[in-house]
Structure formats: structure tokens, C-alpha cells
């Protein structure tokens, strides 16, 4: 069984995910920082889980050296994990002591990464 198409999935489906994060929270962005007119979004994917753009590119990161054949990018991806776990938590304090709101959206919405997970 070939399960290149499985590979080019994840890599797709993590596309998806990331375009849709992009299209629904305007303020979305690679620096963790508040806009003067931001709000707490909570629609799309933000409904499933409260950091979607993360949990795409994780998806989109584990797709790509599957897809490659390199299977040592795999160890990349897992030495980037903690990272960005660490990241993900730095950006809830800081959202949670600024960004009014964002709080109730904790507790609205328990998951950060993986819905019914974690």
C-alpha cells in the first residue's frame, strides 16, 4: 500500500487549517503582541481549539518530511515540539493579562492544541 497520499494529506490538511486560522482572525500574527482594536475570536477554528494556527502547522510540519522521505525531519519536528509548547504558554499569559476577554475563552473553549485533547 502507498501511503504517499497520506503524507501530502497532513501536508495539505495542515495548509487548510493555517488558511482558514488566517481567514478568520485577522489579527493573527508571527509576534505575539496586541492590535489596537483586537478581540478575542472565537468562531472557526478558534471554537475547537484556542491555538488552531499551531496545531495546523504541527500537522503541516509532521506532513512534510513524511512526504520528503526524510525521516531525520521527523526528529526536527519533535525537537521543535517543547518550543513550541513553551511559546503556546507564553502567549496564554500574556493574552490572559491583556486582552480582555481571553480569559472566558480559556474557559469556553479548554483545549489548545488537539479538540477533546489537549
Do not use: C
Not at 500500500?1 to 486560522?21: C, E, S, T
Not at 503582541?33 to 510540519?61: C, F, I, N, W
Not at 512526504?67 to 513550541?84: F, I, K, R
Amino acid at each position: 500500500m502507498n501511503i504517499l497520499p497520506i503524507k501530502r494529506l497532513l501536508v495539505a490538511l495542515g495548509f487548510l487549517v493555517v488558511f482558514f486560522v488566517f481567514k478568520e482572525n485577522t489579527f493573527t500574527s508571527a509576534t505575539i503582541e496586541l492590535a489596537p482594536d483586537q478581540k478575542v475570536v472565537s468562531t472557526g477554528p478558534y471554537a475547537l481549539v484556542r491555538h488552531p494556527m499551531y496545531a495546523g502547522a504541527l500537522v503541516m510540519l509532521l506532513g512534510i518530511p513524511m512526504a520528503l522521505g526524510s525521516w531525520w525531519g521527523l526528529l526536527v519536528v519533535v525537537a521543535m515540539v517543547p518550543a513550541l509548547i513553551w511559546r503556546l504558554f507564553e502567549e496564554e499569559k500574556f493574552l490572559a493579562r491583556n486582552l480582555p476577554g481571553y480569559v472566558a475563552y480559556q474557559e469556553k473553549v479548554p483545549y489548545r492544541l488537539i479538540p477533546r485533547g489537549w
